[in-house]
């Protein structure tokens, strides 16, 4: 991406500025990540728009990009990876003068299907045949992830330095939030985690893994040996740390907290499962109480 450099001040017409006319989608673009923004998703943007000038572009080109550059895929993933950088570009260009306001709506996404969590009696199951195969290491992970909230990615970076396991904490460092994130152990896991520093404390990384598609595919492996379904790392991890933490009466904030998430409604939409039987719970509970109230 071109460097930015900036325009001449724009002229002045009684009190109004006039927007200055030259400024293009991909100079402006840069700007944007000189300041700090996103660059993940941009580069395919940009190239679409490559030369254009802010003040000619509207929405009904942004969902024309859109779908140019993504035809084959969701509406989810377009408005991650189209929508999102060209409108996050010219707020940018809004903010500094240089277009007007622009809205955009947003494409309409088909509700997520919720993934099935590793409940406890499937996290003992995995753990057992990860142990009989010689896998400390994978039952480790896996009840790393689930004990923890980390994603898998979080996981495999994971290096000795950064666990403490006299005062049972681990660190996460660079997480997808940008900000490390201390995670307390549980007693099962401090466990684990003294044998594994003994079997290999040559190692830098705890869990051995360099790759998160490696540890999926170990996971896999040890399910069909266990009969028991496969879950994914996020499954059986961040999912899997959300349900079980709700299951357990544990309140949403402390919950959150300690998984590191910061939206609620990501963490109860996408991650806690609800129980299939949901209501018959609560009218249970309800019976509980009207049964001590009555004594």
């Not at 001040?9 to 500025?17: D, E, H, K």
């Not at 999102?84 to 306001?101: K, M």
């Not at 290491?137 to 994603?151: C, D, K, N, P, S």
């Amino acid at each position: 991406m071109n460097q930015f450099v900036s325009p001449p001040i724009a002229p002045m017409l009684g009190n109004v500025f006039q927007l200055p006319p030259s400024i293009t989608f991909d100079q402006a673009a840069a700007s944007y990540v000189e300041h700090g923004g996103d660059n993940r998703y941009l580069p395919r943007v940009v190239e679409h728009f490559q030369g254009r000038a802010l003040g000619t572009i509207f929405p009904f080109d942004i969902y024309q990009m859109a779908e140019r550059l993504y035809p084959t895929v969701s509406n989810a993933t377009r408005n991650r990876q189209a929508l999102t950088p060209a409108r996050s570009v010219l707020i940018h260009g809004y903010e500094r003068g240089w277009c007007n306001r622009i809205l955009l709506r947003r494409f309409k996404e088909e509700p997520r299907k919720r993934k099935i969590p590793a409940a406890p009696v499937w996290l003992h199951a995995f753990a057992r045949q990860a142990d009989q195969d010689g896998l400390a290491h994978v039952a480790a992970i896996v009840l790393f992830m689930a004990h923890t909230g980390a994603r898998v990615s979080e996981a495999v970076a994971l290096e000795w330095p950064q666990v403490d396991l006299a005062n049972r904490t681990a660190l996460l460092l660079k997480t997808k939030t940008s900000t490390n994130s201390s995670r307390s152990l549980t007693d099962e896991l401090v466990s684990r985690l003294h044998e594994l520093r003994a079997e290999n404390h040559r190692s830098p990384r705890v869990f051995r893994y360099r790759c998160r598609h490696s540890v999926n595919e170990r996971i896999r492996d040890v399910c069909k040996r266990a009969g028991i379904s496969y879950k994914s790392s996020h499954a059986c991890g961040r999912h899997s740390f959300a349900t079980n933490s709700i299951d357990n009466g544990i309140d949403v904030k402390t919950a959150m907290q300690a998984g590191g998430w910061r939206s609620v409604e990501i963490f109860l939409g996408t991650y806690v499962t609800p129980k299939a039987n949901a209501g018959r719970i609560v009218a249970d509970r309800f019976n509980a109480y009207q049964f001590d109230a009555d004594l």
